[in-house]
């Protein structure tokens, strides 16, 4: 009875191979990495027979290259590197697991398992630690819309500041005052204005209507270039 439940699923030939790992690290510069252990398990009611090939057999020594595993039950793979050679670092060979019925020779199905040889265990973790701050810093990253730019030009064109106001209005309060040799004037002689100060005045009151105005066309032009897109 038992063998005709479980025949359905042998003939297919595609029963699901329990294997951990699934990648072997070995690091050149660190000896207790050359050797790993693989770990096959059978979680089924019936013994399994198994076979690691390789697709590089002489870089590496493989202990129980074949065996068997009882039902629900584990077996451990060892595997050595035995050629630690710069030219070898960074190859990607595989290892897979052919298990098949222990009545049978056909396979039930197979892992693949791959292995690499780098040079050191310390460049790994540098490179693992900084991927891992990049995607932190990326993560924790906020972004903001830019637009300081249109908020300083706002401000420049909102308006002359308090400063400006008050040098035109002493300004033009100079040009109003009587000249000096005006006796029919009821403002006093020590508020009378010779012509150069009036001059003056006047000159910084044209530098300041100049100015202002050449600050609002400033302001206008990223509009006017934004309505010219």
Same mark, same amino acid.
């Given at each position: 009875?038992q063998?005709?439940r479980?025949?359905?699923?042998?003939?297919?030939g595609?029963?699901?191979v /329990?294997?951990?790992? =699934?990648?072997?690290?070995? $690091?050149a510069?660190?000896?207790? =990495?050359?050797?790993q252990?693989?770990?096959?398990?059978?979680p089924y009611e019936? #013994?399994?027979?198994?076979?690691v090939?390789? =697709?590089?057999?002489?870089?590496?020594?493989?202990?129980?290259?074949?065996? #068997?595993v009882?039902p629900q039950?584990?077996?451990d793979?060892?595997?050595?590197h035995?050629?630690?050679r710069?030219?070898h670092?960074?190859?990607?060979?595989?290892?897979?697991?052919?298990?098949?019925?222990?009545?049978?020779r056909?396979?039930?199905g197979k892992k693949?398992v791959?292995?690499?040889?780098l040079?050191?265990s310390?460049?790994q973790?540098?490179k693992?630690?900084?991927?891992k701050?990049i995607?932190d810093h990326?993560?924790?990253?906020? /972004?903001?819309e830019q637009n300081?730019?249109?908020q300083e030009?706002r401000?420049?064109?909102?308006g002359?500041?308090?400063? =400006?106001?008050?040098l035109?209005?002493?300004?033009?309060?100079?040009?109003?005052?009587?000249?000096?040799?005006?006796?029919?004037?009821?403002?006093p002689v020590y508020l009378?204005?010779?012509?150069?100060q009036?001059?003056? #005045?006047? $000159?910084?009151l044209?530098?300041?209507?100049?100015t202002?105005?050449?600050?609002?066309f400033?302001?206008?032009?990223?509009?006017?270039g934004e309505a010219?897109?």
């Open positions: 009875m063998q005709q479980r025949q359905p699923e042998l003939v297919e595609n029963l699901p /329990f294997v951990f790992p =699934t990648e072997l690290i070995f $690091y510069d660190d000896q207790s =990495t050359h050797k252990v693989l770990t096959l398990y059978n019936f #013994a399994l027979k198994f076979k090939l390789c =697709t590089a057999p002489n870089k590496y020594v493989v202990v129980d290259a074949a065996g #068997a009882k039950c584990c077996v793979i060892v595997i050595r035995r050629d630690v710069p030219c670092y960074g190859i990607i060979d595989k290892f897979r697991l052919q298990v098949s019925e222990q009545s049978q056909k396979a039930l693949e791959i292995a690499v040889l040079s050191s310390k460049e973790q540098h693992e630690e900084e991927e701050r995607k990326l993560a924790e990253t906020v /972004f903001f300081s730019f249109q030009s401000a420049a064109s909102s002359p500041s308090l400063l =400006t106001v008050f035109g209005i002493v300004c033009v309060a100079a040009l109003m005052l009587p000249s000096l040799g005006d006796a029919e004037s009821l403002v009378h204005l010779s012509v150069n009036k001059l003056v #005045a006047a $000159y910084v044209v530098l300041r209507t100049c202002e105005r050449y600050g609002a400033l302001g206008l032009l990223p509009r006017w010219h897109r």
